[in-house]
């Protein structure tokens, strides 16, 4: 079973994975957890380094009693001295799955195309399938009702793959969902038209707009992402801190959604204060202390930030399972 875009998942098929997820954390949890993936080896391809991402699938294919073999931005001749076809294809010999996290959606469409086992995208531009289902999963660990029922706002650069994938996630699952994002930054047109087909069949609400307020009110999570993706380049900054200052989460903002046990909702890596290079850099250029969240926010208890963290190892122990058990 491929996992390259969140679309790849009908509504039985991705509740199936959060039950999955949570009956394996629950296992984990009390130490009775069953090994399924004995003998089986998986490749991570990585072209943009990672923390989460990568140390998700180490632990969870360890603790299914699996292997992993990490090929980081250095470690392979991907895309140099070998075509992604011919990469795909020595891999698919040698391992029964391929993670692969990078830039262009095209190179994990083309790994599934030619490996010959499954693939499942770990990040591209383009999408972020297993983080929205580790998303989905905290919002239902946080919230007492059906996840059709769930109002989530997205607050930032709609166009990014996170805001991408919780969009036609939500749509899919029949949530309400709302991005909040200037005009410019905006989901693209093709992905709203998606969510919105998605949309028809599930009886999810959606909604595009650039006005924070009037996304965020009645939301029960407000999410947000970093400004700037990586490998876009540092000069982004300019443009992107005028233009989101206006969308990043304060206690102000949560205090206008008008709900009491609303939640903050980060992918990380954040900018929530001057303790990185990032945060000090942008401190010294544009004389702010945080990017999209404050560091009130990100430290408050309404922040289920590493929830959500944890339960990608969870999700994506449960994609490989799914994929490769049995």
């Given at each position: 079973?491929?996992?390259?875009?969140?679309?790849?998942?009908?509504?039985?098929?991705?509740?199936?994975?959060?039950?999955?997820?949570?009956?394996?954390?629950?296992?984990?949890e009390?130490?009775?957890?069953?090994?399924?993936?004995?003998?089986?080896?998986?490749?991570?391809?990585?072209?943009k380094?990672?923390?989460?991402?990568?140390c998700?699938?180490?632990?969870?294919?360890?603790?299914?009693?699996?292997?992993?073999?990490?090929?980081?931005?250095?470690?392979?001749?991907?895309?140099?001295?070998?075509?992604?076809?011919?990469?795909?294809?020595?891999?698919?010999?040698?391992?029964?799955g391929?993670a692969?996290?990078?830039?262009?959606?095209d190179?994990?469409?083309?790994?599934?195309?030619?490996?010959?086992?499954p693939?499942?995208?770990?990040?591209?531009?383009?999408w972020?399938?297993?983080?929205?289902?580790?998303?989905?999963?905290?919002?239902?660990?946080?919230?007492?009702?059906?996840?059709?029922?769930?109002?989530?706002?997205f607050?930032?650069?709609?166009?990014?793959?996170?805001?991408?994938?919780?969009?036609?996630?939500?749509?899919?699952l029949g949530?309400?969902?709302?991005?909040?994002?200037?005009?410019?930054?905006?989901p693209?047109?093709?992905v709203?038209?998606?969510?919105e087909?998605?949309?028809?069949?599930?009886g999810?609400?959606?909604?595009?707009?650039?006005?924070?307020?009037?996304?965020?009110?009645?939301?029960?999570?407000?999410y947000?992402?970093?400004?700037?993706?990586?490998?876009?380049?540092?000069?982004?900054?300019?443009?992107?801190?005028?233009?989101?200052?206006?969308?990043?989460?304060?206690?102000?903002?949560?205090?206008?959604?008008?709900r009491?046990?609303?939640?903050?909702?980060?992918?990380?890596?954040?900018?929530h204060?001057r303790g990185?290079?990032?945060?000090?850099?942008?401190?010294?250029?544009?004389?702010?202390?945080?990017?999209?969240?404050?560091?009130?926010?990100?430290?408050?208890?309404r922040?289920?930030?590493?929830?959500?963290?944890e339960?990608?190892?969870?999700?994506?122990?449960?994609?490989?399972?799914?994929?490769?058990?049995?």
């Amino acid at each position: 079973m491929n996992l390259l875009r969140d679309l790849d998942l009908d509504k039985p098929r991705f509740l199936d994975l959060l039950a999955l997820a949570a009956q394996l954390k629950r296992d984990k949890e009390r130490g009775s957890e069953v090994a399924r993936l004995g003998g089986r080896n998986i490749a991570l391809v990585f072209e943009k380094n990672s923390t989460r991402t990568r140390c998700a699938f180490e632990v969870a294919v360890a603790d299914q009693g699996g292997h992993t073999t990490y090929l980081g931005p250095e470690g392979s001749h991907l895309g140099r001295e070998e075509s992604v076809a011919d990469t795909a294809r020595v891999l698919g010999r040698l391992y029964d799955g391929i993670a692969f996290r990078g830039y262009a959606q095209d190179t994990v469409e083309q790994f599934a195309r030619h490996a010959g086992v499954p693939v499942w995208n770990a990040l591209t531009d383009q999408w972020h399938p297993t983080q929205s289902l580790a998303d989905i999963l905290t919002m239902t660990e946080h919230y007492d009702g059906a996840v059709e029922d769930i109002a989530l706002c997205f607050t930032g650069d709609g166009r990014d793959n996170v805001a991408r994938s919780l969009l036609v996630t939500g749509a899919l699952l029949g949530m309400d969902v709302r991005i909040a994002a200037p005009a410019g930054l905006q989901p693209p047109p093709d992905v709203v038209a998606a969510a919105e087909d998605a949309a028809r069949s599930s009886g999810a609400r959606l909604l595009v707009t650039d006005s924070l307020g009037e996304a965020v009110r009645g939301a029960d999570f407000v999410y947000t992402d970093v400004w700037v993706s990586m490998g876009e380049p540092d000069d982004a900054w300019a443009e992107r801190v005028p233009a989101l200052l206006p969308y990043r989460v304060t206690e102000d903002v949560l205090a206008a959604g008008d709900r009491s046990g609303v939640r903050f909702m980060h992918c990380l890596p954040a900018i929530h204060n001057r303790g990185t290079a990032i945060g000090a850099r942008l401190h010294e250029q544009f004389g702010i202390d945080c990017a999209e969240v404050t560091e009130e926010v990100f430290e408050s208890k309404r922040s289920i930030v590493f929830d959500q963290a944890e339960n990608r190892m969870h999700t994506i122990k449960a994609v490989l399972v799914r994929a490769l058990e049995g």
